[in-house]
């Protein structure tokens, strides 16, 4: 038997804000920007009203409501979140668009989504139009700027009839929170697309209960998460961190991602937690930190691919007093092992243990298969690639894994990407791992070329640090008594820079053979 209103008991993304709002409105809740260019802030009063105003303007002025799917493309800025928590509590699905991609190459992902309204800021204006059809779209709207509770209507005809703007009269407020009573916390909360090292993009969908869940910590904490975040609110780690604080009734600040800017936020909002990727790290240590008050920081977290145990340690030296953590996932499956501060330099190269409620195991050819009420519900509207994905409920990482006697996690390569030369299998990352201390190495990546004689022939594409001087004789040559010798590589291709997704820097490995190839880099 169960009394009262059972909306209350759903895992509802817009409740959060919702309930931190009741509880503590002064309280930040969202801050945008940079030391030079100041930050723009929101305190959860601000975000759910906000909220609130852009949903009813949205329903009520558009038709938007459960299920829709509205594509946004737009930079990271202070007035996307409210957008963000606005559709949640419409039940709308968001799904982001990569705002670095030009209108046709947003509008292959954009077709994909089959959506019901696009939404821009005022930098992608100027293609909305294109990307709108090329989508199948006949109406785009300018995302709110400065008060987001402005109304949207159309304009009046002329060229930019399927332009929605602001009205001149802001919409009052609410009087009641906007929800949508029929949302449930399995209905779709965003689509992100992801492609990897890739082509095809894949439109992954996450429903309310599981982004709940992924961002949840735990009930009792010393103080609210304040994080500062290198990710672009199109990516999905920008909206995981954010629910992460925003659960704790805490602070999520973005910023771009270089070292300067990282640091200066961290010391501007009293950050307690920074998440890099190893690159970003890189370039931190590398950093006279002394010119910030780092004081506050308690938490550093790095993942994606495994950490260099040379970069921990410098960083356990830099934040003697901070845990360090590591963390493997992925948009289908968020959270799939964890290694804590305890173990960073104990394990070096492992990425932990199963995460908590997660359960991880290797398939019969060493492909890392994780279960968990993270996954993701599948892949929008490709149920071929989503059955692939899946084996009994369990999800195919599409990384080869090994275990350690203590039952730690490790990444050896990708199962996609291990390269077959003269019949003997070579893990990409086992020779990159070794060679990127070579000296003179500033990045490196290890690719296979087509070779009739021996399949793949291994290809070291070398960025080298400034003023050196990089060879294949003496890659080769820092391989004796490290790597096994089919495992060197048999060319070199040096290169200003390696092409990497944009929101996570994984090197795009098809694309830099293409680029190797048709650039004739390679040489022995």
């Known amino acids: 038997?169960?009394?009262?209103?059972?909306?209350?008991?759903?895992?509802?993304?817009?409740?959060?804000?919702?309930?931190?709002?009741?509880?503590?409105?002064?309280?930040?809740?969202?801050?945008?920007?940079?030391?030079?260019?100041?930050?723009?802030?929101?305190?959860?009063?601000?975000?759910?009203?906000?909220?609130?105003?852009?949903?009813?303007?949205?329903?009520?002025?558009?038709?938007?409501?459960?299920?829709?799917?509205?594509?946004?493309?737009a930079d990271t800025s202070i007035e996307v979140l409210p957008l963000f928590v606005a559709l949640a509590k419409l039940g709308a699905v968001f799904a982001p668009l990569n705002a670095r991609f030009g209108p046709e190459e947003a509008g292959e992902v954009a077709r994909l989504a089959r959506g019901t309204l696009l939404i821009v800021d005022s930098d992608h204006a100027a293609g909305a139009e294109r990307l709108a059809k090329a989508a199948g779209l006949d109406r785009w709207a300018l995302l709110p700027v400065g008060d987001a509770g402005r109304a949207i209507a159309p304009r009046d005809a002329g060229a930019?009839?399927?332009?929605?703007?602001?009205?001149?009269?802001?919409?009052?407020?609410?009087?009641?929170?906007?929800?949508?009573?029929?949302?449930?916390?399995?209905?779709?909360?965003?689509?992100?697309?992801?492609?990897?090292?890739?082509?095809?993009?894949?439109?992954?969908?996450?429903?309310?209960?599981?982004?709940?869940?992924?961002?949840?910590?735990?009930?009792?904490?010393?103080?609210?998460?304040?994080?500062?975040?290198?990710?672009?609110?199109?990516?999905?780690?920008?909206?995981?961190?954010?629910?992460?604080?925003?659960?704790t009734r805490g602070e999520i600040t973005y910023t771009d991602s270089s070292a300067e800017a990282l640091l200066a936020a961290c010391e501007s909002r009293r950050a307690n937690r920074l998440y890099g990727l190893p690159l970003v790290w890189k370039r931190i240590v590398e950093t006279d930190t002394s010119r910030w008050d780092l004081s506050s920081l308690v938490q550093l977290d790095s993942g994606t691919s495994a950490t260099p145990i040379e970069l921990l340690r410098d960083m356990k030296a830099l934040f003697p007093k901070a845990n360090v953590r590591i963390y493997y996932g992925s948009t289908e499956v968020g959270s799939a092992t964890v290694l804590a501060d305890a173990d960073v330099l104990r394990k070096p190269g492992s990425v932990g243990i199963a995460a908590v409620n997660a359960d991880v195991r290797l398939a019969e050819d060493g492909e890392i298969c994780v279960r968990s009420p993270y996954l993701m519900d599948g892949y929008f509207d490709d149920p071929e690639t989503t059955a692939a994905s899946f084996e009994q409920g369990w999800f195919r990482m599409g990384d080869i894994g090994a275990l350690d006697d203590d039952g730690y996690f490790s990444i050896v390569g990708r199962k996609k990407e291990i390269l077959r030369t003269g019949g003997e299998s070579v893990s990409p990352n086992e020779v990159e791992a070794v060679l990127r201390n070579a000296p003179g190495v500033g990045e490196i990546a290890i690719v296979g070329l087509p070779d009739s004689d021996w399949g793949d022939v291994l290809c070291a594409a070398v960025v080298p640090k400034v003023g050196a001087t990089v060879t294949l004789a003496q890659l080769q040559a820092y391989c004796d008594g490290r790597l096994a010798g089919f495992k060197k590589p048999r060319r070199i291709a040096l290169m200003e820079s390696l092409p990497r997704t944009s929101a996570t820097s994984q090197v795009q490995r098809m694309m830099l053979v293409e680029e190797i190839m048709t650039g004739g880099l390679a040489s022995e």
């Open 1 to 73: 038997m169960t009394t009262g209103d059972s909306s209350g008991r759903k895992l509802l993304i817009g409740d959060i804000i919702r309930r931190a709002a009741e509880a503590e409105p002064l309280a930040p809740a969202a801050c945008v920007g940079s030391q030079t260019s100041g930050y723009a802030e929101l305190n959860y009063a601000r975000l759910e009203r906000d909220a609130n105003r852009l949903a009813l303007a949205l329903r009520e002025r558009l038709g938007i409501g459960l299920g829709d799917r509205i594509l946004g493309w």
């Open 160 to 247: 930019d009839a399927n332009r929605l703007v602001l009205d001149a009269e802001a919409l009052p407020d609410p009087p009641t929170a906007i929800e949508e009573p029929n949302l449930e916390e399995s209905d779709p909360h965003v689509i992100f697309f992801t492609s990897g090292s890739t082509g095809r993009p894949k439109g992954v969908v996450l429903s309310h209960r599981t982004n709940w869940l992924r961002g949840f910590q735990g009930v009792f904490r010393n103080e609210p998460e304040r994080t500062v975040c290198m990710f672009p609110l199109f990516h999905m780690a920008a909206f995981t961190l954010a629910i992460a604080a925003w659960q």
